[in-house]
Nanobody, 122 residues
Framework: QVQLVESGGGTVQAGGSLRLSCAAS????????MGWYRQAPGKQRELVAT???????LYADSAKGRFTISRDNAKNTVYLQMDSLKPEDTAVYYC????????????????WGQGTQVTVSS
C-alpha cells in the first residue's frame, strides 16, 4: 500500500526556518495535486498550500510570503519551505496527494501522510 512519508518537522525559534518533505513510499504513475495541511491543538485541520502536477500553487493567507511549496514529480515528493516562522504556526503538518495511480493500476482519490510536528517557540 502506498504511504506518504513526511520528514523535516521539529522545534525552532520564532523567525527561524524549517523545510518539510513528503515522499511516496513506492513508484507512482501519476499524482494530480499535492499539498500541505496543518492542525493545531483544539482546531480543525486547515489548508496551508497546494501544488498541481503542472506547478500551479495555492496558499492560505497565513502562508503567503513566508512559505513556499514545491514538488519533484520524478520523485513523487512535495516540499514546504517555511520561513519567518511564528508561534501560531505551531501544529501537526500533514501532506496529501490526490488522484494517485500506481504502476500496478491502483487508484486512490486521496492519501494522507502521518503528520509531522512543527513547534515554534517565542
Amino acid at each position: 500500500q502506498v504511504q506518504l512519508v513526511e520528514s523535516g518537522g521539529g522545534t525552532v525559534q520564532a523567525g527561524g526556518s524549517l523545510r518539510l518533505s513528503c515522499a511516496a513510499s513506492e513508484r507512482i504513475r501519476s499524482i494530480s495535486d499535492m499539498g500541505w495541511y496543518r492542525q493545531a491543538p483544539g482546531k480543525q485541520r486547515e489548508l496551508v498550500a497546494t501544488i498541481t502536477s503542472g506547478g500551479r500553487t495555492l496558499y492560505a493567507d497565513s502562508a503567503k510570503g513566508r512559505f513556499t511549496i514545491s514538488r519533484d514529480n520524478a520523485k513523487n515528493t512535495v516540499y514546504l519551505q517555511m520561513d519567518s516562522l511564528k508561534p501560531e504556526d505551531t501544529a501537526v503538518y500533514y501532506c496529501n496527494a490526490d488522484n494517485v495511480v500506481t504502476y500496478s493500476g491502483t487508484y486512490i482519490a486521496r492519501y494522507w501522510g502521518q503528520g509531522t510536528q512543527v513547534t515554534v517557540s517565542s
